[in-house]
């Protein structure tokens, strides 16, 4: 036993006071001990079975009793070994494996030394509580193979198989740690503003990031300034990036005096910075998603002239708001020419302005509430994304009039208004005909009453604000409208659940 001491009497035996050692070691070892040592004919060993072996995770490698303690007699408290480890007062991570195949290094020994290891099966060598290397004769190989995946299977090759769930201690180091600089944003600091290049800056620039020599503006610089991505007077309104690391930004003209209400409904500047570092306008970035509106005369003028109101991106779906439509569009990447193209799957585009109240007709309105007219004005509130079914929810509210009939709900021979929200639901990963979720032909002709407005006509209406209440499982619209005869501005609030 490892600096202990033995109490015996004259009487006492020499293989006494060895048989008591040996059962004290038994004891207090927490693992299968061995000695070996080498003879000119070969090795000769023994052994020492532990006895209760988990009650001693301490002892990994000698048997040591904590008797009462003083300077360096090696026992150390809890903190010290690091209890805060499981197993606890481990003092190190401790991790398994199987497949272990074990050897005797026999180079490493020499005759007449002898030379002790703990059970090969479970552990390799260390230091533990004793503060020294054990012997080195024993080489461990692990095969890990087990545990990775491999490219036939449904995970990536190599990645840790049936792990989605644990914490993966993969190292990590981001780009900006590598490279010292960030890629995030469309403009920093390390844009090109110069106009001039070579070595003093001596020489005009034909084309710098943003700009492209002309024959008419050969230093014109105010024009040439109105071309930059940056431009005096314009400010960021939206950044988003899509799932090939493509980034998007849209600048807009700051109002003055500032008006978060001017900013929401101007038209901004669209700018497409690639995987590769290239910065382009919206129109030559996405110049083959724009195409497909080119027989749609002021759909593709508003996408030319980079007039957009806004964007927003989910994954490989762009939606672009124009003045009169909002736009979905599935777009693809080709790495090999870092260009943006078109799914050929798509998205229906979403009138806006004067359209058709076919969205309010449902069975319900027609029965119990009256005769609608057949044109309404569409606002266009949003999108609300779901991140786990990949489903976005699109929000409108129509506003239109309708005459009573007898027997209705709203029995009056007058015009009233109706302004009514309406939901539609598009599935990213399967591009169809948007479904609309509400209203539905099975909404009771009641909950419409909360939707008339039967003293007055609609003269003024902003477009919603839209958001969700995962809780309540309902949808909140919220917008601000005006009618004739009321003479006032009101707020309006509606809850609606989905069908």
């Not at 193209?341 to 009138?351: A, E, I």
């Not at 006509?457 to 009321?486: R, W």
């Amino acid at each position: 036993m490892a600096n202990g001491i033995t109490v015996v009497d004259s009487f006492t035996t020499a293989d006494q006071i060895n048989s008591y050692l040996n059962a004290l070691s038994q004891k207090y070892l927490a693992n299968n001990e061995y000695v070996l040592s080498g003879t000119n004919s070969g090795v000769v060993s023994s052994s020492v079975i532990a006895l209760a072996p988990y009650a001693n995770l301490s002892n990994r490698y000698y048997p040591t009793v904590a008797t009462l303690p003083y300077d360096n007699d090696g026992i150390k408290t809890s903190g010290q070994l690091g209890g805060y480890f499981t197993p606890s007062n481990l003092g190190a991570s401790i991790y398994l494996t199987k497949n272990i195949v074990y050897s005797l290094d026999v180079t490493q020994i020499k005759n007449g030394s002898a030379y002790k290891f703990i059970d090969p099966s479970k552990y390799n060598k260390g230091r533990g509580l004793t503060q020294k290397d054990q012997d080195n004769i024993i080489n461990h190989t692990v095969d890990i193979n087990w545990v990775k995946s491999t490219n036939t299977s449904d995970y990536f090759d190599g990645n840790i198989v049936n792990s989605d769930t644990y914490q993966k201690f993969i190292p990590y180091q981001s780009a900006f740690e590598t490279l010292k600089t960030d890629s995030n944003g469309v403009i920093n600091a390390r844009y090109d503003f110069e106009f001039f290049t070579g070595p003093e800056k001596q020489t005009w620039s034909v084309t710098n990031s943003a700009t492209q020599l002309t024959n008419v503006g050969y230093f014109d610089l105010n024009s040439k300034i109105l071309n930059l991505l940056y431009t005096p007077g314009s400010a960021l309104y939206a950044w988003n990036t899509d799932v090939f690391g493509n980034q998007y930004a849209l600048y807009k003209p700051q109002s003055s005096p500032h008006s978060f209400y001017q900013d929401a409904n101007a038209i901004g500047n669209l700018w497409v910075k690639t995987i590769d570092s290239t910065i382009s306008t919206g129109p030559v970035a996405l110049n083959s998603v724009y195409t497909n509106y080119i027989n749609d005369t002021i759909t593709y003028n508003q996408l030319i002239n980079n007039n957009i109101i806004n964007f927003e991106v989910f994954f490989d779906t762009l939606i672009i708001q124009l003045t009169n439509k909002v736009l979905y569009e599935k777009i693809v990447f080709d790495y090999n020419t870092f260009s943006i193209g078109n799914s050929l799957q798509n998205f229906l585009p979403l009138t806006l302005g004067i359209t058709s109240s076919s969205p309010i007709s449902t069975l319900g309105f027609s029965t119990g509430i009256g005769n609608l007219s057949p044109t309404a004005q569409v606002f266009y509130g949003g999108n609300w994304y779901d991140s786990n079914n990949k489903t976005i929810t699109i929000c409108t509210v129509l506003s239109s009039t309708f005459t009573g009939k007898a027997g209705s709900l709203i029995s009056t021979s007058g015009l009233s208004s109706v302004i009514v929200p309406v939901l539609y639901e598009l599935d990213l990963n399967n591009p169809r005909e948007r479904v609309k979720i509400y209203p539905t032909n099975s909404l009771y002709a009641e909950t419409y009453v909360e939707y008339v407005y039967p003293a007055g006509k609609v003269s003024y209406m902003e477009n919603p604000v839209f958001c969700y209440n995962k809780d309540t499982n309902k949808y909140i619209v919220a917008f601000v409208s005006f009618f004739d005869t009321s003479q006032k501005l009101n707020l309006i609030t509606y809850k609606v659940t989905p069908s």
